[in-house]
């Protein structure tokens, strides 16, 4: 089995590689529209999800597709988001 995504990036034993991904999602919420209603929202290579959970509470209309094309890393987003009803992880 692979090392899970959340292992490698928010939970990875450096703190440069923590620091890095807390800050790549929150700049990727911040230029994220904020007054805007989008109707669909796609991350494209989206990890364990974790973006299109954040994303999922600030945009609570819009359906979020969470791409993924690894079988396992699928897996691991579907855990993450389970209970998200406007997700879906593909």
């Known amino acids: 089995m692979t090392m899970s995504y959340t292992k490698k990036t928010s939970e990875d034993t450096s703190r ?3 620091f890095y991904q ?3 999602l929150k700049d990727a919420i911040r230029l994220a529209p904020g007054r805007d209603d989008p109707e669909l929202i796609v991350d494209f290579g989206a990890g ?3 973006l299109c959970k954040h994303l ?3 945009f609570l209309k819009a359906e979020i597709l969470c791409y993924k094309p690894h079988p396992e890393f699928q897996e691991q987003a579907r855990q ?3 209970g998200a ?3 879906t992880v593909k």
């Open 56 to 58: 999922s509470g600030r």
């Open 85 to 87: 009803d406007n997700i």
């Open 16 to 18: 440069v590689k923590r």
């Open 80 to 82: 993450n988001l389970d």
């Open 22 to 24: 807390s800050s790549r």
């Open 48 to 50: 364990n999800g974790e």
